[in-house]
């Protein structure tokens, strides 16, 4: 999985905020909130990655365990799973 281009992650008052930029800036409207969490497996999967590699790189970047990781990253995946969002 991918997220497409046409997104940018910046950190605002604190927030991770993701918006639309360029052509994409017309078909999606709004911004998209991220806990730290979330904006490290965004940026994560600003490259071609599998969940099973993004699992791995939560558990080295964060004090979870295997099911927690990988029930986060399951829910990411599924609510980015949108043609708006991925490749």
Known sequence: MKIKEGFIIRQVGGE???VPIG???KD???MIK???SGAFLWRFFTQDH???EAVAALLNEYEV???TAKA???AFVKTLND???VD
């Open 16 to 18: 991770n905020i993701v």
């Open 23 to 25: 052509k994409t800036g």
């Open 28 to 30: 999606f409207h709004g």
């Open 34 to 36: 991220l806990n730290d």
């Open 50 to 52: 599998t969940e099973e």
């Open 65 to 67: 365990d295997e099911a």
């Open 72 to 74: 986060d990253v399951a």
């Open 83 to 85: 043609p708006r969002f």
